[in-house]
């Protein structure tokens, strides 16, 4: 995981390298919120499951990028006022503290558009086929029908109370969506075509759902210096979450079982399997 943040880390300091003229401020915005901080949790996934498949490291790294440009973003406007209005992302100000809220609003859609500029670079993978399968992919797991179809289900949440299936639903499109693209987009740079990706669809539906109850239990246990936001948050808004559905045991309970689930979807692999199955158990077991 530090392996591959750093590499991230570079790589965003590569493509977010100042122009020199007005845009600065644009560019040391998006810098803010991308270099340094997070788990980079995605890279390592896609990182994880290129492996599966001898994909280059470059190639990964790369893809990983792109869906880290759209994770930041989506933080970046999650955070601002007419969202969830926090003050602190990654133990820092968020961006439109640290800048103004025009500023953020730039700085999250210029991040989108270069996640799709990343991928659709022949740098990140010769073949255009792939690229163009990269594209489509990304596009839908980040979009309506994925994240930001689960943001406008979590904004709905706080005017109307959901039951435990629709808010399975609103944490599949809003964390999960992008998560199995890591596995998918692991899974398009080694050539599988989709009927062999059921496996490792299995395996990043199961991670998606531990990492979001996992994430609830830290709203609810964690401690903010730790965690790097503010925590309690979900309960203030009268937000219905897993743990608030299934209590603090149960969920717990959920979360173990589904990553057991996931480690059993990648039977048919060995050793090169590893890194995924260490990434599973992580999900649940990280204080952050």
Known sequence: MQSVAADIDTLFDQVLALPGDPRDVLYEAMRHAAIGGGKRLRPLLVYAASNLFNVSRGSALRAGLAIECIHV??????????????????????????????????????????????????????????????????????????????????????????????????????????????????????????????????????????????????????DAAVVGKATGKDADAGKATFVSLLGVERARKQASMLVDQAIAHLAAFGAEADLLRAIARYVVERDH
């Open 73 to 222: 973003y989506s933080l970046i406007h999650d955070d601002m006022p007419c969202m969830d209005d926090d003050d602190m992302r990654r133990g820092k100000p968020t961006v439109h503290k640290a800048f103004n809220e025009a500023v953020a609003v730039l700085a999250g859609d210029a991040l989108q558009a270069l996640a799709f500029e990343v991928v659709a670079d022949p740098e990140t993978h010769p073949d255009p086929f792939v690229r163009a399968e990269l594209a489509l992919e990304l596009a839908r797991a980040s979009g309506p029908s994925g994240m930001a179809g689960g943001q406008m289900m979590d904004l709905e949440a706080e005017e109307n109370r959901f039951d435990l299936p629709t808010t399975t639903r609103l944490q599949q499109l809003k964390t999960g969506a992008l998560i199995a693209f890591c596995l998918e987009a692991g899974a398009i740079l080694g050539h599988v075509p989709p009927e062999g990706r059921r496996g490792l669809r299995a395996y990043a539906r199961d991670i998606g759902l531990a990492f979001q109850i996992a994430d609830d239990l830290l709203d609810v246990e964690g």
